[in-house]
């Protein structure tokens, strides 16, 4: 795309695989505002483009689009900052609880016991969530 260059509704959202609505929902909320052309169609620029992209990459790491929208638009740095660091922390947490997820599902894989609840390493995943620990027996 030229830097003079500019794209309908259809062609953004097609080069990027959504819907015409989506990117009608996020300019109502504030988070897109395209050029008008006569007749008032929306014309996206290249800094539009980067606008669109920096949504999605937001959505994918799991923020709100509130939360995105304040990001995008706010100058209070502090004010960012705040909504990352609550969003890092609560990614964090989720990571922390997936991976504990994981390390069950592969205590498991790793059992060659025939009742997998006499696996003293299953035994110990379980212990660790009750709190305690279970006697090892060899």
């Known amino acids: 795309m030229k830097s003079s260059a500019t794209m309908s509704i259809g062609e953004v959202a097609g080069h990027f695989g959504l819907a015409t609505h989506v990117l009608r929902h996020w300019?109502?909320?504030?988070?897109?505002?395209?050029?008008?052309a006569t007749g008032g169609r929306r014309r996206y620029g290249r800094s539009d483009l980067y606008r669109v992209a920096s949504i999605l990459l937001a959505k994918?790491?799991?923020?709100?689009?509130?939360?995105?929208?304040?990001?995008?638009?706010?100058?209070d740095v502090e004010k960012r900052r705040d909504i990352q660091r609550r969003h890092r922390?609560?990614?964090?947490?989720?990571?922390?609880?997936?991976?504990?997820?994981?390390?069950?599902?592969?205590?498991?894989l790793n059992?060659?016991?025939?009742?997998?609840?006499?696996?003293?390493?299953?035994?110990?995943l379980v212990?660790?969530?009750?709190?305690?620990?279970?006697?090892?027996?060899?």
């Open 111 to 124: 059992c060659d016991h025939e009742d997998i609840t006499e696996c003293p390493n299953y035994q110990s």
């Open 127 to 138: 212990a660790d969530r009750i709190g305690t620990r279970a006697p090892r027996s060899e």
């Open 27 to 36: 300019e109502t909320m504030g988070l897109l505002s395209p050029e008008r």
């Open 89 to 108: 922390d609560d990614l964090a947490r989720r990571i922390a609880e997936m991976q504990a997820a994981l390390n069950f599902i592969e205590g498991g």
């Open 60 to 75: 994918e790491a799991g923020l709100a689009l509130t939360d995105i929208r304040d990001i995008l638009t706010t100058a």
